[in-house]
């Protein structure tokens, strides 16, 4: 089956959650034959080089309404095109985007819930967290880049909250993954979902299939960056550790 064309987007407007969490919010002619119910699903944002030639950026839709999605965007000094882009934009500018793409959310079912990944897995994390059941149990381990990056989440009270300091994620890629040892284990069938940068990601992978022997049906472990590439060499690199890890 072919994939429907890109839509054209137009910004409607620009909030910053954080310092270094800023989220735009899209509407338009694009939201016509979007489909509904698309909060946590994955989009893909078309750029143009200077050759004319295009290329992709992976987001998450963070929360849909009838005529517009959010679109969370991590800023950084040396941030990538799309990150660029959101800065820069004012309302009434244009993007074209693909998708949407399949969601990722955990097993409702499960016994009990831990969810785990930096900043570029929160507007994922924060829509399984607002999905889960109001009974819902669990952690979910959030790396941020300072405090003043900690927003506040909507979730089911008996979820624990975690949120760990790393200035230097990529570079310090032992943080989150301790942090997550550091929860007690539950009793009971866990469902784990985990999105953070490669090296932090092999990690998490090691402990939850290795040592904890979570289920394949009951893990969800991925990596949405890796320190030092853009995203056509993270995904080689995706393929390549795919791969190897069988």
């Known amino acids: 089956m072919s994939r429907p064309a890109p839509r054209r987007f137009t910004v409607?407007?620009?909030?910053?959650?954080?310092?270094?969490?800023?989220?735009?919010?899209?509407g338009g002619e694009g939201m016509v034959t979007f489909p509904e119910d698309q909060a946590g699903t994955y989009i893909k944002l078309v750029f143009t080089r200077d050759d004319g030639t295009s290329f992709l950026r992976t987001y998450t839709v963070r929360a849909q309404?009838?005529?517009?999605?959010?679109?969370?965007f991590v800023l950084h000094e040396d941030g990538g095109p799309a990150a660029q882009w959101a800065d820069r934009a004012a309302p009434g500018d244009t993007i074209e985007i693909g998708g949407p793409g399949p969601r990722k959310r955990v097993d409702a079912t499960a016994d009990w819930f831990l969810l785990a990944g930096d900043m570029t897995a929160l507007p994922a994390i924060s829509d399984n967290l607002e999905n889960l059941p109001a009974s819902a149990r669990g952690h979910a381990v959030i790396e941020v880049i300072s405090e003043a990056e900690i927003q506040p989440l909507d979730k089911p009270d008996g979820i624990t909250l975690h949120w760990v300091v790393n200035e230097h994620p990529g570079e310090e890629s032992d943080a989150l993954p301790e942090a997550v040892r550091a929860i007690d284990w539950e009793d009971g069938r866990p469902a784990v979902w985990a999105a953070c940068e490669f090296s932090s990601m092999?990690?998490?992978?090691?402990?939850?299939?290795?040592?904890?022997?979570?289920?394949k049906s009951d893990l969800y472990v991925s990596s949405y960056w890796k320190l030092g590439m853009n995203e056509e060499r993270h995904k080689s690199a995706k393929q390549?550790?795919?791969a190897q890890s069988g």
Not at 12 to 26: A, Q
Not at 65 to 72: G, H, N, Q
Request: hydrophobic fraction near 40%; charge should be negative.
């Open 240 to 242: 390549e550790d795919a």
């Open 202 to 215: 092999r990690k998490l992978r090691h402990y939850f299939k290795a040592e904890r022997e979570v289920a």
């Open 65 to 72: 309404r009838e005529d517009a999605i959010d679109v969370d």
């Open 12 to 26: 409607l407007d620009k909030t910053l959650i954080t310092p270094h969490m800023l989220r735009v919010t899209l």
